[in-house]
């Protein structure tokens, strides 16, 4: 099983929709959580941080369920520049962080 | 401005030729990594350093070697390339490993 999972997509939705996705991870003593946004096979950037508490960052809100295990990202508003893969990340040990397989967001005009 | 350098970007190399990707930080940062990245597969860690001369294998060490002799610098080393190791290489460094990991511009590494 992957220690991160997500839903490859792609997502294709039309500006100003609001579209949302998850991740589920198996490590359940992971400390940390982020979303990062990779665009066309370009390194990878830090979008969010996501806390126990949900928080948001504008158009983006970041949720996580330590219950079951997975993180959700939900953008509002969507604009062309949000076209990108967005990916899951969960720091299991001090050492590492995990990376999911991303998730593609195509926002068409 | 705090970057994250790789060389070079883009290599084609044959089977078997030792090649070295270079990596730099301008950051101090303690903890640096190696990522190859597949498509279907996300980033897969291959070494990592806490600190100079402190390093390990990450997911994916097979083939691989890597050296950290001053805190800024962590080079990729390949003695033996093979086609399976055709990928897209990321550095990446980090202050501490629960906050944000700062990526190099990849290597785009093309083995035939």
């Known amino acids: 099983r992957k220690e991160v999972e997500q839903d490859p997509g792609p997502f294709n939705v039309p500006e100003g929709a609001t579209v949302a996705f998850n991740c589920t991870y198996s490590n359940s003593a992971s400390q940390s959580f982020f979303w990062y946004r990779q665009d066309c096979r370009k390194e990878p950037k830090l979008l969010m941080s996501?806390?126990?508490s949900g928080n948001e960052d504008g158009r983006f809100t970041a949720q996580l369920n330590r219950a079951s295990q997975y993180i959700s990202l939900l953008i509002r508003d969507s604009k062309l520049s949000d076209s990108a893969t967005y990916l899951c990340?969960?720091?299991?040990?001090?050492?590492?962080?995990?990376f999911g397989a991303g998730t593609t967001v195509t926002v068409r005009a | 401005e705090a970057q994250v350098t790789q060389n070079p970007r883009y290599l084609i190399t044959v089977t078997g030729k030792k090649l070295t990707v270079t990596c730099s930080q301008n950051?101090?940062?303690?903890?640096m990594s190696w990522y190859r990245q597949d498509p279907g597969l996300g980033l897969r860690q291959i070494y990592y350093?806490?600190?100079?001369?402190?390093?390990d294998k990450g997911d994916v060490p097979e083939g691989y070697k890597v050296s950290r002799k001053e805190k800024r610098n962590f080079p990729l080393i390949l003695e033996s390339p093979s086609p399976n190791q055709t990928s897209l290489y990321f550095c990446?460094?980090?202050?501490?490993?629960?906050?944000?990991?700062?990526f190099g511009q990849g290597t785009r590494l093309t083995v035939v």
């Open positions: 950051m101090n940062h303690e903890y």
């Open positions: 996501v806390y126990s």
């Open positions: 990446a460094s980090t202050l501490g490993m629960g906050t944000e990991a700062f």
């Open positions: 990340v969960v720091r299991p040990n001090d050492y590492k962080l995990s």
């Open positions: 350093s806490m600190n100079v001369e402190v390093t």
